[in-house]
Antibody, heavy 119, light 107 residues
Framework: EVQLVESGGDLVQPGGSLRLSCTGS????????MNWVRQAPGKGLEWVSY????????YYADSVKGRFTISRDNAENSLFLQMNSLRVEDTAIYYC????????????WGPGTLVTVSS | DIQMTQSPSSLSASVGDRVTITCRAS??????LNWYQQKPGQAPKLVIY???SLHNGVPSRFSGSGSGTDFTLTISSLQPEDFATYYC?????????FGQGTKVEIK
């Protein structure tokens, strides 16, 4: 069974930093592209970042570019999101999502981890 | 960025009703269109990918159609477990974008 589990969410002050992790199981993690997607309270889904299987191709949404860094450790079946210079508007549930084999959808998602940015 | 616009934003329907949700892209996305279902307090789940292909375990009452810029999700006979928010998503670009969501509520 494919499973993704995020961790690392917390309450942090504006300007602070946080590192999110996502661990995959039930599939060969290194074969799959991965994404982070977030959802602010009561709002819709917003794609945040993408990383290819080897970590050599990375994309960011304009809203986080220059502040967030995506990475992965295939030996540990793990995906990461380093979040710096956090803003109130970064408050959201952060989901990791697996890209399917064809790269045409995000076929499995973790339950999410809550990041709250507030003073 | 490719903008995705869904309509309606919400709808009320009864069990057994046929429900249709539309999604429009700001430019052609060919057939790179997916639909996700999200229930309160849960992560989104893939329902349909590439316009009309059902994800594993999704019942056949769900169907999708369209190409280019205009797409449709149809639930042929709404069941109690289908009440949720549905999002369309374009995968034409790695810079994914989602529609604003359509909440399907019980009438």
């Amino acid at each position: 069974e494919v499973q993704l589990v995020e961790s690392g969410g917390d309450l942090v002050q504006p300007g602070g930093s946080l590192r999110l992790s996502c661990t995959g199981s039930g599939f060969t993690f290194s074969y799959y592209e991965m994404n982070w997607v977030r959802q602010a309270p009561g709002k819709g889904l917003e794609w945040v970042s993408y990383i290819n299987t080897g970590g050599s191709t990375i994309y960011y949404a304009d809203s986080v570019k220059g502040r967030f860094t995506i990475s992965r450790d295939n030996a540990e079946n793990s995906l990461f999101l380093q979040m710096n210079s956090l803003r109130v508007e970064d408050t959201a549930i952060y989901y990791c999502a697996r890209g399917d084999h064809g790269g045409v959808s995000e076929d499995y998602w973790g339950p999410g981890t809550l990041v709250t940015v507030s003073s | 960025d490719i903008q995705m616009t869904q309509s309606p934003s919400s709808l009320s329907a009864s069990v057994g009703d046929r429900v249709t949700i539309t999604c429009r892209a700001s430019q052609t996305i060919v057939t790179y269109l997916n639909w996700y279902q999200q229930k309160p307090g849960q992560a989104p789940k893939l329902v349909i990918y590439s316009v009309s292909s059902l994800h594993n375990g999704v019942p056949s009452r769900f169907s999708g159609s369209g190409s280019g810029t205009d797409f449709t999700l149809t639930i042929s006979s709404l069941q109690p477990e289908d009440f949720a928010t549905y999002y369309c998503q374009q995968s034409y670009s790695k810079f994914r974008t989602f529609g604003q969501g359509t909440k399907v509520e019980i009438k």
